[in-house]
């Protein structure tokens, strides 16, 4: 099949999250399956000096027609691997900055405007290549626009740009609202201007245009996608997406295992499989060295990795905050965002430093290295469309606490629900749910075996891609 991702992220391109993975993993694994996938993305300034596409093609200019004004582009093309191309959409005014969506502070004020142009130029590239996508797959809210911009695109100039489209919703939490007066700028018929259309509450809404427009709505797990059919986890948009429920389907997510990988990983100090974890010692031995905790201590070490940010539930961690100062354990928390939960965190370090520690940036390595050198994983989410954590540090032999949402429920096996399969420790989405894995937890680092045996259930797990994939690939062909 000839297949085409738009996303706004890409890993090892651009990455602020699970979104740059996900796509990067499932474009890499259909290319090596034989299909032709392309996968457009923002010519962000980290892409363009990345040194795969320092040398990209430049392919054609472009001109989009924006409201009242025509914006000029330019699309460049590279190759990363067999069967896989990336184009690029360029134009500097929009994209060529620090960051993907924002300062740090605040997102920019022109993301509609940019990611409205990056749809239209999408668009604009399959017509001028001449593509003719058996599917064209977009993902969140960047690129949600797309199914519908690419049809009214066809109706004008009588052509076929796409068999079937797919848009798949990797957090509805994000949805790209913005003030009603960019409607304009998307030069979509009016008709879409109203309640059956973008319109919402007044504003514009991207997500629900990719919900109600795509042939094809997927999200990140089982799970989720009956949860964002509810109130309580579908944003508003619960509604919306219950009209597509005979459409919808939850794929899970994979790892990457040629990223994520103990045995090969080239990030770690050491490497280690299941029948050998001597390598995941001396990884715990330099992750105690990096955070400054005495090299002997032999409680068990909590590490974190993600966004700081409601969802993740650095509050319910908070909230413990007794629990880590008095309790013999550790625990290393890699991640920014807000601002508030960053200055707690960094507060509650600084009150135990020999073995609390915050690791404020995004660090690839870091996350490795914590993903391998910790005991326990915690991920406390209030809701999680999949969560890609949890998976790595099942392979990575670090047993996971997860709340019980969304993909966690359909990734995690709970050791005491499930004593001869179980892989991990699940909990309510609640502070006291924590408090209960947390302490499980010590429990469980004090009974070596036991701790040793759902480790390797963890490690003998298949996360792979492939079974990802070959979900899509029937999704796909079942739509054509
Ligand atoms: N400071 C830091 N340094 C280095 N790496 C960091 C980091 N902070 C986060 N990361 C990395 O970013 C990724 C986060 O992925 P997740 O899937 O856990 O969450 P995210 O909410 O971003 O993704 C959304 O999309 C994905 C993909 O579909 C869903 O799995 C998920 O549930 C949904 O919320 C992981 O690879 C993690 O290691």
Redesign the pocket.
Known sequence: MKIVHVASELFPYV?T???A??VASLAGTLADRGHTVTVFLPGYRAVLEHGHAINAERKFRLRIEMGDVFLSGEVRVFSPRANLQVFLICRDEFFDRRAAYGNGERDYEDNAERFIFFCKGVVEALRLENIEADIVHAHDWQAALLPLMLRDAERRHGVTLAMKTVCTI??IAFQGLFPRSVFAQTGLPDELNNVDGLEYYEQINFLKGGILFSDRVTT?SPRYAQEIQTPEFGCGLDGVVQTRADDLVGLL?GVDSAVWNPATDALLPARFTASNLRGKETCRAELLKRCGFDPAFNGPIFGM???LTE?KGVDLVLENRDFFLTETCGLVV???GDKRMEAELRTLASRAPDKITLCA????A??HLIEAGADFFVMPSLF??????QM?SQVYGTIPLTSRV??LVDTVIDIDAEPERGTGITFAPTAKGLRGGLMRAIELHARKDDYTAVQRRGMARDFSWNTAAAAYEKLYRDAI
């Open positions: 990455k999250g699970g979104l993975d996900a990797h957090n990140v997510n990795v993600c966004r969802q890699l991640g920014s940036k995004l660090d690839e870091m996350s999680e469309p999949c969560g890609l954590n790595y969304g993909g």
